[in-house]
């Protein structure tokens, strides 16, 4: 390896410049790992109490959140940039909405995942934006082409989130909105981390299940040994958690089980994860005692056997407390 190592040095020397010079007119790109600063603007970004409780965090978990000065240069950052994609811009939140910002990561995101995992597989900031859109690279930005975005998880060392101000003021005492919105950012979390390896699925989860064995969906067919709960299967809770979906509507009879290895469902999931992620989002919404009511133990024990690989593996192997999210942090 040492005989090599001048080699290597030197393909590095010629490579460095061409990665660091393709940028975009008017995007700033990193030229080097030393000139590189996690933040260009003074933190804490004020004196309120929040502005506390945002170093609070930072402190805890080593994660800035950001709430002003964020500029379009900052979100179209990237190491090295080609002509493809949206521009993003964002703006300030204001002042009223910065707590429920901070309360949302403070106290229903970073508590349930365990800082080492946070310092692995987080970004270093998290850009909390009003009114934050995507214009096309290719349109003139008149308006006519601006979309709302609500997260955005690309970014090369940020997140971003932002929630309208019909959602915050809307959200009151509900719990359960609260815990929709919680688990609605994790699973996208949780889809990213799947995708780039963070995650991957315990082999006694896959081996509990027989993926090419057809199965009976429709309930009529419980009693059923073939019935796909009977093996193993679930509901899958669509992504905002507001409907626990039955996966076929029940014209259909003995068929494959391709609705939870399919990646053709959800371009995002790798199909031989879509199972995982159906039982990570479970997982995380239903609490134990609410979980078992659906799916009683004793009724259908492949399900339980399931359940607790999952529950359990998610918080031995990444830090992860599936059941925390699921209870929240007002549960008695």
């Not at 506390?52 to 900052?74: A, M």
Request: proline residues 6%; hydrophobic residues 35%; aromatic residues 16%.
């Amino acid at each position: 390896m040492m005989k090599h190592l001048p080699s290597l040095l030197l393909c590095l020397g010629t490579l460095l410049p061409l990665l660091t010079a393709c940028v975009l007119p008017g995007e700033e790109a990193i030229s080097d790992v030393e000139s590189y600063s996690p933040l260009r603007m003074a933190f804490p970004q004020g004196e309120h109490d929040f502005d506390r409780q945002i170093v609070q965090v930072h402190d805890d978990y080593g994660v800035y959140l950001i709430y002003k000065e964020v500029t379009d240069e900052d979100l179209n950052r990237r190491w090295t940039s080609v002509a493809t994609g949206n521009v993003l811009h964002g703006d300030d939140v204001p002042d009223a909405y910065v707590p429920f910002y901070v309360n949302f990561f403070a106290s229903h995101i970073f508590p349930y995942v365990d800082r080492s995992m946070i310092q692995r597989a987080f970004p270093v900031k998290i850009y909390m934006l009003d009114n934050f859109r995507g214009v096309p690279r290719d349109v003139e930005d008149d308006g006519s082409s601006t979309y709302a975005m609500s997260q955005y998880f690309d970014g090369f060392d940020f997140w971003a989130i932002s929630f309208t101000h019909d959602e915050i003021e809307s959200v009151g005492d509900s719990r359960l909105t609260m815990k929709q919105k919680r688990c609605a950012f994790l699973l996208k979390v949780f889809r990213l981390f799947v995708n780039n390896g963070t995650l991957t699925v315990p082999e006694e989860f896959r081996s509990l299940v027989n993926y090419n064995q057809s199965v009976y969906f429709p309930d009529v067919y419980e009693n059923e040994e073939r019935y796909y709960r009977n093996q193993g299967f679930i509901d899958n809770l669509n992504d905002d958690f507001t409907k626990d979906q039955h996966p076929y509507p029940e014209t259909y009879r003995l068929m494959s089980p391709n609705y939870y290895t399919s990646g053709s469902y959800h371009a995002d999931e790798p199909a031989e994860y879509r199972d995982y992620l159906i039982w990570l989002r479970a997982c995380m919404f239903y609490t134990e005692e609410e979980f078992f009511t659906k799916y009683p133990a004793e009724r259908y024990p492949i399900i339980e056997q399931r359940y607790h690989v999952v529950v359990d593996d998610m918080l031995e192997r990444n830090g992860i407390d599936l059941q925390g999210i699921a209870n929240g942090p007002d549960a008695d």
